[in-house]
Every structure is written in C-alpha cells, then in structure tokens.
Nanobody
Framework: QVQLVESGGGLVQSGGSLRLSCAAS????????MTWYRQAPGKQRELVAR???????NYGDSVKGRFTISRDNGKNTVYLQMNSLKPEDTAVYYC?????????WGQGTQVTVSS
C-alpha cells in the first residue's frame, strides 16, 4: 500500500509564495512519475505539474513560469514551489502517483490566495 501525504498549504496573499511537499511511503519512489493536481470548487481537477523519474518536468499552462516541481528521491518527497500566487490558484492540491499496483492519491492540501 502506497501512502502520499501532502503538506504546506495555507492562506497567502496574492503575489506571495508557498511550497508544498508530498511525502511518499515505500521504496518505489524514485522509479515513478509524480504529479501535482489541483481542484477548485465547482471545477474539474487539473494537472499542475509533473516530474518523471529522471527529472523531466512539464506544467499546466496556467502555472508555467510561476511554479516549479522538484523531487528528492533520498527523502521520497516531491515538492511544488509556487511563486507569484494569484487568487485563481486557490484550490485543493493533490499529489498523485500511478503505478502497476494502483493509482494513488494523497488527501490533499488547501491553498487559498487572497486578493
């Protein structure tokens, strides 16, 4: 069983920064692509950023140039550095890892950006 635990969310003013963390259990971590998604009230879940096992990254159009995804395989952790935050970034942010054993999600962490 894989467990993903997100942390780092909170309330921040527009233009501010937050860093989210997703800690994963198990020894599999370095082999898999890790993805951050977010879901705002009344909206579909959307991809925020993805990082492959060898460090290649891609981002949703709305966060390009503002967010940075990274990983520390030694700590089984993936990070999302969020800068220049906007009110439209307000959402619950989820960590995800699809594996051959299942598609795993964290419980989510709330990010609220005030204008």
């Amino acid at each position: 069983q894989v467990q993903l635990v997100e942390s780092g969310g909170g309330l921040v003013q527009s233009g501010g920064s937050l860093r989210l963390s997703c800690a994963a259990s198990g020894s599999f971590f370095s082999f898999y692509t890790m993805t951050w998604y977010r879901q705002a009230p009344g909206k579909q879940r959307e991809l925020v950023a993805r990082i492959t096992s060898d460090g290649n990254t891609n981002y949703g159009d709305s966060v390009k140039g503002r967010f940075t995804i990274s990983r520390d395989n030694g700590k089984n952790t993936v990070y999302l550095q969020m800068n220049s935050l906007k009110p439209e970034d307000t959402a619950v942010y989820y960590c995800n890892v699809p594996t051959q054993y299942g598609n795993y999600w964290g419980q989510g962490t709330q990010v609220t950006v005030s204008s």
